[in-house]
Nanobody, 118 residues
Framework: VQLQASGGGLAQAGGSLRLSCTVS????????MGWYRQVPGQQRELIAS???????NYKDSVKGRFTISRDNTKNTVYLQMNSLKPEDTGVYYC?????????????WGRGTLVTVSS
């Protein structure tokens, strides 16, 4: 499985970015998908997830601002980030599961850096 995240960059506080995760070798509609964020010196944390039934979960700090979605025709997962804050700065990783819908998120792609200026 190959996951390639893109769409990061520099944004001002209050702005928006949309991250994309292009997935190869598996079909995103039958795999649980997640977006993680890592800040230097801290552990990677799950901020949004989307399961095969279409249910989503978000870290409290991004609820109402971030939206995870997928486009089955493009086999791509997105993270729409609105009302960005400086504390959203970090490297964002797309992730899925070796066991498809069970177990932990344990397949990672390269991250994409998001920097939010105040």
């Amino acid at each position: 499985v190959q996951l390639q995240a893109s769409g990061g960059g520099l944004a001002q506080a209050g702005g928006s970015l949309r991250l994309s995760c292009t997935v190869s070798d598996v079909i995103v509609s039958v795999y649980d998908m997640g977006w993680y964020r890592q800040v230097p010196g801290q552990q990677r944390e799950l901020i949004a997830s989307l399961n095969v039934r279409g249910n989503t979960n978000y870290k409290d700090s991004v609820k109402g601002r971030f939206t995870i979605s997928r486009d089955n025709t493009k086999n791509t997962v997105y993270l729409q980030m609105n009302s960005l804050k400086p504390e959203d700065t970090g490297v964002y990783y797309c992730s899925t599961k070796k066991l498809r819908i069970n177990g932990p998120f344990d397949i990672w792609g390269r991250g994409t850096l998001v920097t939010v200026s105040s």
